[in-house]
């Protein structure tokens, strides 16, 4: 007999777009499914409505985490996405909302105690404000920093370095100088073919040829019988070796030494002189 876990291990997301979609209702701006995942796009006002709604009626009691996202080219270039849990149906939602720079959101901090340092961190790294938060402020980044680091438009090597000057004992904040320009790197491999123009390709621009040239008659490769004749002659000299000036006869001309009398493993034969020993 199968037993149905209050928690499964996995939880499918059959019906829940569409509940959730209805109990929302006009706070609800999009609804869809992606990579698994429901995602609810709603007022940027009535998110505290919209989080309460979530969290009493339909179970979602935790809030995971809180993420911004940058957009540029949007006229409200940053969303803000609430990553929500049901500990009862094991189940994960994400809402999000849309605002731009000047525009704050409501803060979820009377719903969520850590809701203050996730909307610090969303802050602190994308400028977006947060309405109610009595404690909006960096989180993650030095005293003094200028800008929101995770913005597209904010520079690679930002606006200021610090550094501890051995002669004043202290840290001290300057202009960023860079040692050498910022070098972009596109990683296209130009065996592969990249899409521009790479050192010595302009030599491979060269008009075809009208009229190749071809060797059909023998005189136009240079050989023939005069070459022939030349290169037998060539090689008939150079066969024969050329002695060098004062150079020592060949040791082949020399008469062979003659044997050796006695046999080898006689000794004394073949140590002593003649005569025997003196």
């Known amino acids: 007999m199968a037993v149905l876990h209050s928690a499964p291990r996995i939880t499918s997301n059959e019906g829940v777009k569409a509940a959730l979609s209805a109990a929302l209702g006009d706070m609800l701006l999009e609804a869809h499914e992606e990579y698994g995942e429901i995602l609810f796009?709603?007022?940027?006002?009535r998110i505290e409505d919209v989080l309460r709604l979530l969290r009493d009626d339909h179970e979602y009691q935790q809030l995971m985490e809180m993420a911004g996202v940058d957009y540029p080219q949007r006229a409200e270039r940053f969303e803000v996405v609430y990553m929500l849990l049901s500990l009862t149906k094991n189940h994960r939602i994400m809402v999000k909302v849309t605002t731009d720079e000047a525009t704050p959101v409501p803060t979820v901090t009377t719903l969520w105690p850590n809701a203050g340092w996730l909307e610090r961190e969303v802050f602190d790294m994308y400028g977006v404000l947060f309405a109610g938060n009595t404690d909006l402020r960096r989180i993650l980044t030095d005293y003094g920093f200028e800008g929101h680091p995770f913005r597209k438009d904010f520079p690679l090597t930002g606006y200021t370095e610090l550094r501890y000057s051995e002669e004043e004992k202290r840290v001290v904040y300057e202009p960023v100088e860079l040692t050498q320009e910022l070098r972009q790197f596109d990683f296209m491999s130009p065996w592969e073919g990249a899409e521009y123009v790479l050192?010595?390709?302009?030599?491979?621009?060269?008009?075809?040829?009208?009229?190749?040239?071809?060797t059909e008659k023998t005189s136009d490769t240079g050989a023939g019988k005069a070459a022939n004749k030349a290169a037998a002659k060539r090689s008939k000299k150079d066969s024969v070796p050329i002695a060098e000036p004062d150079a020592p006869e060949p040791t082949e001309d020399r008469p062979d030494r003659k044997p050796r009398k006695g046999k080898a493993k006689d000794t004394k034969a073949a140590t002593e002189p003649k005569g025997g020993k003196k």
């Open 41 to 45: 796009t709603v007022q940027r006002d």
């Open 199 to 214: 050192p010595g390709d302009e030599k491979a621009d060269v008009p075809p040829v009208n009229e190749p040239k071809v």
